[in-house]
């Protein structure tokens, strides 16, 4: 079955970076796009970025251009986001998300969430 | 960049009960427009994509409508596994959710 694996929580100081990673199974990697989205304590989605894990093409929500870097890692089918200059603001649950078949930026599988908290 | 705005924030209801969810976009997207839902401490759902069609699994009691800037998802006959957080997304030129709505038990 298709499984998205996210790493650990994280405690970050102001100003540092953050890399969440995400391992998929379940299906061929290159062949679905990689969405993020995040979630602020007791708030909304939102909507970060998609990569393309075919040709890694990158589109990048306005909020976090020039923050933000998605990768992957075909090798081991994982994909990765990295946010620098981490703000109090940025603790949230980030999510992966396997693109659908009917659009690249819906999604239907999802990891199971990765916690940051950033505190001084 | 086009918004989504989600109506009510927070909808109290009980079992059986009917209600009625809705997200309007502030340019037309189409049916390019998603609902998922949400349970504490746990992941979204997709429940509907292209504004009407179910995804597999999904019960019948919840249905999705409309198209350009106005869409609605109907939950029928509400059951206890129901109340949760409804999230519309609108995914043409990249993406972007409502606010959600907090469905409760009255």
């Known amino acids: 079955q298709i499984q998205l694996v996210q790493s650990g929580t994280e405690v970050k100081k102001p100003g540092a970076s953050v890399k969440v990673s995400c391992k998929a199974s379940g299906y061929t990697f290159s062949s679905y796009g990689i969405g993020w989205v995040r979630q602020a304590p007791g708030q909304g989605l939102e909507w970060m970025g998609w990569?393309?894990?075919?040709?890694?093409?990158?589109n990048y929500a306005q909020n976090f251009q020039g923050r933000m870097t998605m990768t992957t890692e075909t090798a081991t089918s994982t994909a990765y986001m990295e946010l620098r200059s981490l703000r109090p603001d940025d603790t949230a649950v980030y999510y992966c998300?396997?693109?659908?078949?009917?659009?690249?930026?819906?999604?239907?599988?999802w990891g199971q969430g990765t916690l940051v908290t950033v505190s001084s | 960049d086009i918004q989504m705005t989600q109506s009510p924030s927070t909808l109290s209801a009980s079992v059986g009960d009917t209600v009625i969810i809705t997200c309007r976009a502030s340019?037309?997207?189409?049916?390019?427009l998603a609902w998922y839902q949400q349970k504490p401490g746990k992941a979204p759902k997709l429940l509907i994509q292209k504004a009407s069609t179910l995804e597999s699994g999904v019960p019948s009691r919840f249905s999705g409508r409309g198209s350009g800037t106005e869409f609605t998802l109907t939950i029928s006959s509400l059951q206890p596994d129901d109340f949760a957080t409804y999230y519309c997304q609108r995914y043409n030129s990249f993406s972007f959710f409502g606010q959600g709505t907090k469905l409760e038990i009255k």
């Open positions: 998300a396997r693109e659908s078949l009917f659009g690249y930026y819906l999604f239907a599988d």
């Open positions: 990569i393309s894990t075919y040709n890694g093409h990158r």
């Open positions: 340019q037309s997207i189409n049916s390019w």
